[in-house]
């Protein structure tokens, strides 16, 4: 590799150490960064000498892109000639809400059409919040001979054809991933396109797809493929079929079973159970849709390695995850729904000591009252019995400030605390004071903490304990909260460390926004809709910081008209050229 390069240094290395070049060969150099995987600290070796800088470019084999926009994809190849993954995200997170308009951007294709060109060896893409249709699915499983690995999280655009497209021209590949994708389902057809020669396959993952698909083909697939670690089907494969996908495949890890409701007879029920109790090696179950406390008993002799149990689509009441929790004593992370109740949440309290990542989701979450769901109870029998608990995203109806107060001391280690009180605007249901006391608690007892999410009855004062306190604090998502522009002023002069902010239905206007003139460079991107902020001030910050990207969604109207969205990130390579129509870029 580095004799196709010019030699660095010049013709005397007498002042090596004064122009802080290395005294490593370039192979020695590029074989050692080689190992070093972190990107963060990749990109601090990048930054020691000239020489550091391009071994650090020549080894590079995997890129992260946090933003499609923050750089093109020509500074990419020209910066890093030999990668092999990329990892890209597209729209901001609060697209997840309905809140970025459909067409906004972030296709894959020109991205496709430019790697084509120079990594020809690419071998693994990830995508998330992506456009990418179907046209550019073919593309990649054509273009790329030695292609690995695809992933695809909260993507649209395409439909079960560009899957065909993957399977049918990508004969060396080890993963596809379909997580959460809006994705059009015309058939299950796409799994038969896989050549019968593929044994390579490591991770299957079509949960999300609705679609019956030909199971024959499917266990033809598992059979072939001694490798699979990673399993997961959709609805449609019910516990037999389930049962003979397992006798295949006693080597997975990861698991996503489909409905779990199918009446069996005796001698099913037992080769169901026996099949699980062959499985081993299993550490992550999801799925178990439509479950019965029946059929869940065949999980109990494959629980007690579980370290992750992701139930965020599967109705239980706390008395059924109570006793599937019984017999899961090594569990790490845990996602549920809130018909669990309460009385789910103390028997996680009681039987998963090690806990470290809660999330419980609404099962409905346009629900107006409170018919069933979790409450500050819950939460606090959780910290009362997991104390290495540091990641939770919690929705709930109601909450105290003397209850998140004695969570946050029982569990002091949090680095992502996201409480999400799902009526707008919701005071302590106690006291009925706001819930600034809470999240000030929050921050000043968890200095740890990276990610947080607010919500409830909230005023300047909490911005003023994050501004504070929070100096660890790298994300930051705000809704229907705060009382004036002094709230945001805070916590961007306050919190050092923050990338990320993104704020909806909150009363922050030009001030607020002009008050990050100096902090914007620094962070991935601010998010702001519904919000007071005009378009002048909008044209205020685009003109006092040219090298950022000031994106406002609009209908139109006099400078002084409220701006609907405003989406503000770096880029080195400038206005991106696909804005739609209803996009502006000052």
């Known amino acids: 590799m580095s004799s196709k390069r010019k030699k660095k240094g010049g013709s005397g290395d007498s002042d090596e150490s004064t122009r802080g070049g290395s005294i490593f060969p370039d192979e020695v150099l590029e074989r050692v960064l080689g190992l070093v995987k972190?990107?963060?600290?990749?990109?601090?070796?990048?930054?020691?000498?000239?020489?550091?800088?391009?071994?650090?470019?020549?080894?590079?084999?995997?890129?992260?892109?946090?933003?499609?926009?923050?750089?093109?994809?020509?500074?990419?190849?020209?910066?890093?000639?030999?990668?092999?993954?990329?990892?890209?995200?597209?729209?901001?997170?609060?697209?997840?809400?309905?809140?970025?308009?459909?067409n906004w951007g972030a296709d894959i294709h020109s991205w496709l059409v430019v790697f084509a060109s120079k990594y020809p060896n690419l071998e693994e893409l990830r995508l998330k919040r992506m456009t990418v249709t179907d046209e550019s699915l073919e593309f990649?499983?054509?273009?790329?001979?030695?292609?690995?690995?695809?992933?695809?999280?909260?993507?649209?655009?395409?439909?079960?054809?560009?899957?065909?497209?993957?399977?049918?021209?990508?004969?060396?590949?080890t993963e596809l991933d379909i997580l959460e994708n809006d994705i059009n389902d015309k058939s299950g057809n796409w799994l038969s396109c896989f050549p019968d020669t593929l044994k390579s396959l490591q991770v299957l993952n079509f949960a999300s797809l609705n679609s019956d698909v030909s199971f024959e083909s499917l266990e033809k697939l598992v059979r072939r493929c001694k490798s699979l670690k990673v399993l997961k089907v959709n609805r449609n494969i019910n516990l037999e079929q389930l049962q003979r996908l397992l006798v295949n495949a006693p080597q997975l890890t990861e698991l996503g079973t489909g409905s779990f409701s199918q009446e069996l007879t005796l001698r099913q029920y037992y080769d169901l159970e026996d099949a699980f109790k062959s499985c081993n090696n299993l550490h992550t179950l999801s799925g178990l849709l439509e479950s019965t406390v029946l059929y869940l008993q065949v999980l109990f002799p494959a629980s007690a390695n579980l370290t992750f149990l992701n139930l965020s689509y599967a109705i239980l009441h706390g008395g059924e995850l109570a006793g599937l929790l019984s017999h899961c004593p090594a569990l790490r992370r845990l996602w549920v729904l809130d018909t669990v109740e309460d009385k789910g949440l103390k028997a996680v309290g009681l039987s998963c000591p090690l806990l470290e990542e809660l999330r419980v989701f609404p099962a409905d979450p346009y629900a107006d009252n409170l018919v069933h769901g979790v409450t500050e109870s819950g939460f606090l029998a959780v910290s009362y019995g997991c104390p290495k608990l540091h990641y939770v995203l919690y929705f709930c109806h109601q909450m105290t400030n003397e209850a998140v107060a004695t969570i946050v001391q029982n569990c002091p280690d949090f680095t992502h605390f996201r409480l999400?009180?799902?009526?707008?605007?919701?005071?302590?249901?106690?006291?009925?004071?706001?819930?600034?006391?809470?999240?000030?608690?929050?921050?000043?007892?968890?200095?740890?903490?990276?990610?947080?999410?607010?919500?409830?009855?909230?005023?300047?004062?909490?911005?003023?304990?994050?501004?504070?306190?929070?100096?660890?604090?790298?994300?930051?998502?705000?809704?229907?909260?705060?009382?004036?522009?002094?709230?945001?002023?805070?916590?961007?002069?306050?919190?050092?460390?923050?990338?990320?902010?993104?704020?909806?239905?909150?009363?922050?206007?030009?001030?607020?926004?002009?008050?990050?003139?100096?902090?914007?460079?620094?962070?991935?991107?601010?998010?702001?809709?519904?919000?007071?902020?005009?378009?002048?001030?909008?044209?205020?910050?685009?003109?006092?910081?040219?090298?950022?990207?000031?994106?406002?969604?609009?209908?139109?109207?006099?400078?002084?008209?409220?701006?609907?969205?405003?989406?503000?990130?770096?880029?080195?390579?400038?206005?991106?050229?696909?804005?739609?129509?209803?996009?502006?870029?000052?």
């Open 38 to 102: 972190s990107r963060k600290d990749r990109s601090s070796v990048s930054l020691v000498c000239k020489d550091w800088f391009n071994a650090e470019r020549w080894s590079r084999t995997h890129v992260f892109i946090g933003n499609c926009y923050s750089v093109s994809p020509e500074i990419v190849i020209r910066r890093f000639p030999n990668i092999r993954s990329v990892s890209l995200k597209g729209k901001p997170r609060f697209s997840d809400f309905n809140l970025v308009p459909p």
């Open 140 to 173: 990649l499983g054509r273009s790329f001979p030695n292609f690995k690995a695809l992933s695809m999280m909260s993507c649209d655009g395409f439909s079960t054809d560009g899957l065909a497209a993957i399977a049918t021209h990508c004969k060396n590949l």
């Open 420 to 586: 999400c009180i799902m009526n707008p605007h919701q005071p302590d249901y106690l006291t009925k004071q706001p819930m600034d006391e809470a999240f000030g608690a929050v921050v000043k007892t968890c200095s740890k903490l990276r990610r947080l999410a607010i919500s409830g009855l909230l005023t300047d004062i909490t911005f003023e304990y994050i501004g504070k306190y929070a100096k660890n604090l790298e994300t930051l998502s705000v809704a229907f909260a705060g009382s004036s522009d002094w709230g945001m002023q805070c916590v961007m002069s306050g919190c050092p460390k923050l990338r990320k902010l993104e704020i909806r239905d909150s009363p922050f206007g030009n001030a607020a926004l002009l008050s990050g003139l100096e902090r914007y460079e620094s962070m991935r991107s601010l998010w702001m809709s519904a919000c007071k902020v005009t378009m002048n001030g909008c044209r205020i910050l685009a003109k006092q910081v040219p090298r950022l990207n000031v994106e406002v969604i609009k209908d139109g109207g006099s400078d002084e008209c409220e701006a609907e969205s405003v989406y503000v990130y770096r880029s080195v390579a400038g206005p991106r050229r696909d804005a739609p129509s209803f996009v502006l870029t000052l």
